[in-house]
């Protein structure tokens, strides 16, 4: 009897043919087996009818191969008709944990063609399906009678209730070949109500990864823009290939078109992105009446020459300052355009590139903005020559720097340096090092500043050299639980006074920020046109608690003594006189519900507070608190942007299992105190529906923007997709 029974088993275990391509959005891919794992058979009674040649299990009816399992009250397998089925509870349990039930199934024995009677279907995900009845036809197509497919959880009091929403369809045909699914007489009901109805629609089936098609739109409102409608359309051309076309409507303000194509090829990739409109020219920030076409470009790419080679682009350009903020396209105050080559080795690092900015502020000027090209870098260490543990290294740069109007810089650049750490038997940790820096430029238009209306064109050169001894010697203790840290540190640096002439333009060094972090660098300009000069002291002390949980709390305090005051560094640096301002650095973390970060600077004497950052991240998950607050002193090499005081934060709160509220606010503090941006979120979301709104109102202040109140939606149905704009809190 066993051989008859072997292939109606496997037949009826082939029942998940008919409910696969509903699994497959669940599933992953599937793997083709060398060979069929043996098919398990338990039940109350087995017979085979020779004359009917029918075999037939009945009761408690269990099939099992691999980890497919299929239960039914009673399983047929008729030798005559090559037919299977199975009736009564019937169960069939997917490995990846779907689970399928019916009342009455069967299938044919080329699979080709099947039946499953009052189709029942629950997914990984607890959505749910269910169907009157479902048919194979042909092995190429499925249809499903009086489906409804939803992903919200049944109410728990009464089942019977109508889910959040489900969608219902008089039919639905799977076309396996075309890999479509289709949809006739389909409903959208929320609460049981409907409130859309469409006699066709298709998608892709879940096995489909890329489809031309629409894509959900966005919508929102503003004051400038009016109502804002975007309908995106997604093109596939090839499988390493597509593009994202978005027309948007906007009431007050006409329409553009938003574009992005992207293309993989077998060593790199390239997005090619941007947007035009046509728009009402504005003349100092009122419109004229005359058109005008308008856009923006931003597009990438990189490529993998070799296994030590890679060369891109970037590209981002606009036709006017304001338009990618009164679009809300971006919101950069700069935007930088660049085609490089880099080398990648174990010990080095090569690059040649060009730059090109645009500046969006308002004190930008395009003719005096520069054009880099070329800016060739070369970075090499070597690893320890000796059981001392020392190495060397060689920093190259070549950069040419040229305007339309104002400087043009050629430098040339070379600083070789030795390293030599030493870690004492005592605990001490030690630090040699040894640098020169070299280097040429070649200026035109330099500004004398002793007389403004000279200009000096010419060549100049510089030789820096610096030798740097760091001592530091940790303390550690531990007191129970927590551990204790108290280390000293000190670093002595002498290099020649001077080394910064007036004949070397300023490019690289004009923003100096002072704190923590660079306290106990050689050179505390982020370029080399400038350089650290003279004979310091830099002297500082560490204070660290560590629970034994992960908490922790840190200070640092540090200053640094230079032998001779000169020019080296503008005022409001908090380094221009022989002793610097104070630097400090306040970490708490004691644990997952607090974190504060607090850099502060000191005036030496008076012990004032020239800088202040602080950020701060508070509470449980259902009210996390985020602060930030900083005040940045005037300095005279970037004085266009004056004082800057700045207080912004928000929060987020978990109102209760469905419903977050977030908000976030920027305000300018100081003379010019104000409103920058502010942003509320409201929130719903389960496990199937989500619906947020977004108010958003921000305090332009800039030639040709107005102050701006906006309100964006988003609606997102689980495995369906999402309606509106992503703009919020969170």
Not at 73 to 102: I, M
Not at 457 to 462: I, L, P, V
Request: one cysteine or more; glycine letters at 8%.
């Amino acid at each position: 009897m066993l051989q008859h029974l072997l292939f109606p088993l496997a037949l009826l275990l082939g029942l998940a043919t008919l409910t696969a391509p509903l699994l497959a959005q669940q599933s992953g891919p599937a793997q083709e087996n060398r060979q069929d794992p043996p098919v398990l058979l338990t039940a109350d009674e087995v017979d085979y009818d020779e004359e009917l040649m029918l075999v037939t299990a009945r009761g408690n009816v269990e099939v099992a191969q691999a980890n497919r399992v299929v239960t039914a009250d009673l399983v047929t397998y008729n030798q005559k008709t090559d037919t299977v089925t199975a009736t009564g509870n019937v169960v069939l349990l997917e490995p990846t944990g779907e689970v399928v039930f019916a009342d009455y199934a069967e299938l044919q024995g080329d699979m080709k063609d099947g039946f499953i009677d009052q189709l029942r279907l629950l997914l990984t995900d607890n959505s749910r399906l269910a169907a009157n009845n479902a048919r194979r036809i042909g092995g190429t197509r499925k249809e499903m009678s009086r489906a409804v497919y939803s992903p919200c959880d049944l109410c728990k009091t009464d089942p019977t209730r109508a889910p959040l929403w489900q969608l219902k369809a008089r039919e639905v045909i799977h076309d396996e070949e075309a890999k479509d699914l289709i949809y006739h007489d389909a409903v959208m009901e929320i609460f049981g109500v409907p409130i859309a109805y469409t006699p066709y629609f298709s998608h892709p089936d879940p096995t489909v990864e890329r489809r031309s098609g629409v894509l959900p739109p966005r919508i929102g409102y503003s004051d400038n823009l009016g109502a804002v409608l975007g309908v995106p359309y997604y093109y596939t051309f090839s499988p390493q290939s597509d593009m994202t076309l978005e027309p948007v409507y906007m009431s007050e303000e006409g329409s553009l078109l938003l574009g992005e194509y992207r293309q993989r090829f077998s060593n790199g990739e390239i997005t090619l992105g941007g947007s035009v409109a046509l728009v009402e020219e504005r003349e100092a920030g009122r419109r004229t009446g005359d058109k005008a076409t308008q856009g923006h470009i931003d597009s990438s790419g990189v490529f993998h020459l070799n296994e030590r080679w890679r060369a891109g682009f970037d590209i981002e350009h606009v036709s006017n300052r304001t338009y990618l903020e009164r679009y809300d396209l971006q919101t950069k105050d700069i935007l930088t355009s660049r085609l490089y080559a880099e080398r990648f080795t174990p010990n080095a690092y090569t690059s040649i590139a060009s730059y090109r900015f645009q500046g969006l502020r308002f004190f930008d000027v395009d003719e005096e903005t520069p054009l880099v090209a070329p800016y060739v870098q070369h970075r090499v260490m070597t690893p320890g020559f000796s059981d001392l543990g020392g190495y060397f290294t060689l920093d190259t740069t070549a950069l040419s720097l040229t305007r339309d109007v104002g400087v043009d810089s050629h430098r040339a650049s070379v600083v070789s340096g030795y390293h030599l750490p030493y870690y004492a038997p005592s605990g001490e940790i030690l630090s040699l090092t040894a640098t020169l820096q070299t280097d040429v430029y070649q200026t035109q238009d330099l500004v004398d500043p002793l007389n403004p209306n000279r200009n000096y064109d010419g060549t100049a050169g510089r030789v820096f050299p610096q030798l740097a001894l760091g001592w530091r010697y940790p303390f550690v203790r531990n007191s129970g639980s927590v551990q204790q840290l108290i280390e000293p540190i000190a670093n002595v640096v002498i290099s020649p006074n001077g080394s910064n002439p007036d004949d070397i333009s300023n490019e690289d060094s004009q923003a100096l920020i002072f704190d923590s972090t660079n306290l106990f660098s050689l050179n505390r300009f982020a370029g080399v046109d400038r350089v650290s000069s003279g004979t310091r002291f830099d002297y500082g002390m560490n204070f660290g608690l560590y629970g034994d949980r992960g908490g922790s709390t840190t200070l640092f305090l540090g200053q640094s003594y230079r032998l001779r005051e000169d020019d080296t560094y503008e005022i409001g640096t908090g380094l221009e006189d022989n002793k610097s301002d104070y630097v400090g650095r306040l970490q708490v973390s004691p644990n997952q519900y607090l974190d504060m970060v607090y850099r502060f600077r000191l005036d030496s004497e008076t012990l004032d507070f020239n800088r202040n950052e602080l950020s701060l991240y508070a509470g449980p998950s259902d009210f996390r608190v985020n602060l930030n607050y900083v005040k940045l002193p005037l300095q005279a090499a970037t004085a266009q942007f004056g004082d800057r005081e700045e207080l912004s934060g928000g929060f987020i709160a978990q109102l209760d299992r469905y419903w977050r509220f977030g908000t976030r606010a920027v305000r300018e503090l100081g003379d010019d105190a104000g409103m920058r941006d502010i942003r509320a979120t409201l929130a719903y979301a389960d496990e199937c529906f989500l619906l947020g709104v977004t108010y958003r109102r921000e305090f332009t202040n800039d030639i040709g923007l107005e102050p701006d109140n906006a309100i964006y939606f988003r609606v997102e149905f689980k495995n369906l997709g999402a309606l509106g704009d992503n703009d919020g809190v969170f």
